[in-house]
């Protein structure tokens, strides 16, 4: 019988599309693999190429078995193509094809639509790992070090998901496409990343928490509304995706958790009660937790640009087309077509903001930005005012009005507190810090980044996670020293 999840581990790419069969492709993707080796040495994680650190492997595209434990050098890691088992007889579930059989190939007239689409999220998963590049200097556990480093491998992985679709079924300019994805880089003042939130700096572990939790869960939604893509190989590589994506959010939902629980349990300690008694708790080397807050409001509000305007034709002929879905469209239950459909966003209206009905079409992004709210603020809830309720303190984290801090759509133009209250220029100025981690905020957080290194020991500031990686226990050597 074929084994449908097999891979083929034996040339230089595993991979489960039969690679071996394809020596076209197979040579273009063997001389990609040098530059992305050299994007990874030069812009991937600074230090620790050579140590030993205990990494997941994805072996098997099996939910339920699909990857193995084992010490490996980051630049050795096997970075796959891996697509999820094809579902037989699949059909496109919405817009205009909608009832008619995936593609297996691009269709012609979609072409340049759906390979933008790819490069948009092909360049997001190389800039994240150059983000986070220096923070491996500063860790606060080998636990989370090694966290660090899964999360980059896996983020080099779906660069290749997205590189094997350009050079497979994009010919020249895929190849072109592939190689310009390792060219830009995040930051650049020449060739900058092409979204916002993927050029701003992650300057400390507070940053990549919150970035994991709120930008990987845009990776999320995003990768959910490409798995519903009538383009068979697009949907089933994103489908993978999902499965590593899992641990990315894990990382910043239990990070900030374990955070907060160290905060609370020091306050405690100390006999404070008042979470905005900020000075003696600083002084107790935990991150206070209006802090924090002001980092989440940041990371929020930066996550919410990625969904692009509330209303965009880009987004609606990508449905029409049914190159991307919304989250969950297997589980809507309406026509799928949305033609004359409407769906409420919030927009300007004379100076206020105001619900109002527009075309379900244009208003995709806008949907999608509401499921991915709805899914944040239940992660909120459930990972952090739990820590914070457990540990008897009163405070709770909110997550700001989407019309706050705002440059991409409706709100860009204005400016409005957390609470969706619009303000002038001037207060905005005025408040800004009130709203915002300041430079003093930053400097503090800036001042207890301190690496430790010491098998089973954490910094002063967070708390050491319930459970080890894989049932290791807590002393365990997550990343093998030098010498
Ligand atoms: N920054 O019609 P609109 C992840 C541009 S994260 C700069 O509203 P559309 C990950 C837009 O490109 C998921 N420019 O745009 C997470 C357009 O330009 P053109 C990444 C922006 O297409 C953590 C123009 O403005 N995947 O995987 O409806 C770690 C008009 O806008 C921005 C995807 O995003 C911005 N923020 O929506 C690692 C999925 N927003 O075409 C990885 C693929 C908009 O007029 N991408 N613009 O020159 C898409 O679906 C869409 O391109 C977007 C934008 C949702 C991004
Ligand atoms: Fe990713
Ligand atoms: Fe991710």
Known sequence: MLDRTAVDYDGLIPNNVGLSADPRLRRALES???????????????????????????????????????????????????????????????????????????????????????????????????????????????????????????????????????????????????????????????????????????????????????????????????????????????????????????????????????????????????????????????IDLPTIQKRANLHFSLTLDLFGNEISTNAANAFNAGLKGRYLEDQIEDDHRLVNATYPVLRMRDGLIVPDQAPALAALNMRLRDDYVADASSAVERWWNRAIARNGIEFAIHLPHVAFNRHIGEFAAINADPEGGLLSAAEWQRRHDEFLPSAADNQFVAGLMRPVYEPGRFASWISPPPAGINGMPGNFEYVRLLG
């Open 32 to 286: 990609w693999h040098p530059s992305c080796l050299d994007w990874w040495r030069a812009r991937g994680p600074e230090g620790f190429q050579e140590n030993l650190v205990y990494l997941r492997t994805a072996v098997n595209v099996d939910p339920e078995g699909w990857a193995k434990f084992d010490y490996v050098k980051m630049p050795d890691y096997r970075w796959g193509i891996l697509l999820a088992p094809a579902v037989e007889g699949r059909t496109i579930s919405f817009g205009a094809h909608k009832g008619e059989p995936a593609w297996q190939d691009v269709p012609g007239e979609y072409r340049a639509m759906l390979r933008r689409l790819i490069v948009v999220q092909g360049d997001t998963e190389p800039a994240s790992v150059e983000q986070q590049r220096h923070l491996g200097a500063t860790a606060p556990s080998l636990y989370d070090l090694r966290n660090l480093f899964q999360i980059n491998v896996e983020e080099a992985r779906h660069l290749w998901a997205m590189v094997y679709l350009l050079q497979k079924y994009f010919g020249r300019d895929g190849r072109e496409e592939a190689e310009d994805l390792l060219r830009r880089f995040s930051g650049d003042r020449d060739t900058p990343r092409l979204l916002g939130a993927f050029n701003e700096a992650t300057p400390d572990w507070l940053a990549l928490f919150m970035f994991t939790f709120f930008t990987d869960r845009d990776g999320k939604m995003q990768l959910h509304a490409l798995a519903q893509s009538g383009f068979d190989p697009l949907s089933r590589t994103c489908r993978f995706m999902l499965l590593e994506e899992a641990h990315h959010m894990f990382v910043g939902q239990s990070g900030i958790a374990r955070v907060i629980d160290r905060t609370c349990v020091a306050m405690r300690d100390a006999g404070i009660d008042d979470p905005y008694d900020i000075e003696p708790i600083r002084a107790l080397g935990v």
